[in-house]
């Protein structure tokens, strides 16, 4: 084994490794399902002009919220409104 790669975290080998935490954690399909059942969301990545992105970063703080609150809850209003 290489020097590097005995010095790097994430290649270790033995008990308590990454190596056994990720084989446990791949075998347990319970475990798996509770994340993906958990998981209701999607990654989403767009671009938004840059004062506009700076407006909702500014109110979010404002209000002690999260851009992404904002962004939901305007979305779901506007769909709401198209039907």
């Known amino acids: ?3 590097q790669m005995k010095n790097n975290k994430y290649n270790r080998t033995g008990p308590g490794s990454n190596q056994t935490v990720f084989s446990m954690i791949a075998d ?3 475990i798996q399902e509770t994340v993906n059942a ?3 969301k999607k990654k989403a990545t767009f ?3 840059a004062d506009l992105h700076r407006r909702l970063r500014r109110y979010a703080v404002d209000y002690d919220t999260t851009m992404i609150t904002i962004v939901e809850k305007a979305l779901n209003e506007f ?3 198209e039907q």
Do not use: A, I, R, V
Request: net charge negative; no cysteine.
């Open 79 to 81: 769909l709401e409104k």
């Open 38 to 40: 958990e998981k209701k």
């Open 47 to 49: 671009d938004m002009d």
């Open 28 to 30: 347990d399909k319970e």
């Open 1 to 3: 084994m290489s020097e």
